[in-house]
């Protein structure tokens, strides 16, 4: 079965510091990959996704990741934390020709300013 | 407010009682998911549907919770008999159809918070 694994429970960082989120998934075909944003009180967000193509994605608010295939890997950064930025993320992966999202636990994110 | 909205957003209940939550998805998505989260965990997929026809059911979705989605419009999802471990958060989510090799990414509302007593 397939399974994502966040490494991260609770990250806590300083207005502009850098971040990186880990995110690994187990399944060996074709997947797409995902990070959802909750910010505190609002509905799951996307904030970026991956299909094929360019393995370094961005996405809103300045959020990148990059999808390494042979790490299994689809880690999301960012150069530098707005405190506006604490919130949950999610790394989701879907096998291709499936329907349902696989989530990872979450990473709670508090950045403070 | 055009997105996918849930209702009621809260409910406590006593075990044993049945409870039912709805969810509207976005005008035009035929794609429509339910998906529960507990506290310090991620959403994990109950079912799916295309339409009105419900084409997955995740093995999470024992026989006391039932799924409808009746005019592929709204869906409603039921739990019957509650028991304090269905305390948790229902998410719906929906989905514009793709063409060939194009996934929609889902759309999710903001949820049903289930408290059993």
């Known amino acids: 079965a397939q399974s994502v694994s966040q490494h991260n429970h609770h990250v806590i960082l300083s207005e502009a510091a850098s971040l990186e989120l880990g995110c690994n998934y187990s399944?060996?075909?074709?997947?797409?990959l995902f990070w959802y944003v909750q910010y505190p009180g609002q509905h799951l967000q996307l904030l970026l996704k991956?299909?094929?193509?360019?393995?370094l994605v961005k996405g809103i608010k300045g959020f990148e990741a990059e999808f390494i295939k042979s790490k299994f890997s689809f880690n999301l950064r960012k150069p530098s934390v707005q405190w506006s930025d604490t919130a949950e993320y999610f790394c989701?992966?879907?096998?291709?020709?499936?329907?349902?999202?696989?989530f990872g636990q979450g990473t709670r994110l508090t950045i403070n300013p | 407010d055009t997105g996918v909205s849930q209702d009621p957003r809260h409910k406590i209940t006593k075990r044993g009682q049945n409870v039912t939550f709805r969810c509207d998805p976005i005008?035009?998505?035929?794609?429509l998911y339910w998906y529960r989260q507990t506290l310090g965990q991620g959403p994990e997929f109950l079912t799916y549907?295309?339409?009105?026809?419900?084409?997955?059911k995740s093995r999470l979705l024992s026989d006391r919770f039932s799924a409808e989605r009746p005019k592929g419009s709204f869906s409603t999802l039921e739990i019957q008999r509650t028991e304090q471990g269905d305390s948790a958060m229902y998410l719906c989510?929906?989905?514009?159809?793709?063409?060939?090799?194009?996934?929609?990414?889902?759309?999710f509302g903001p949820g049903t918070r289930l408290t059993v007593l």
């Open positions: 989510a929906s989905r514009a159809a793709g063409g060939l090799g194009v996934y929609n990414e889902q759309f």
């Open positions: 399944y060996g075909g074709t997947v797409n």
């Open positions: 991956y299909f094929s193509g360019d393995p």
């Open positions: 989701a992966v879907r096998s291709q020709g499936a329907q349902k999202l696989v």
């Open positions: 005008s035009e998505h035929n794609r």
């Open positions: 549907f295309q339409n009105e026809a419900q084409l997955e």
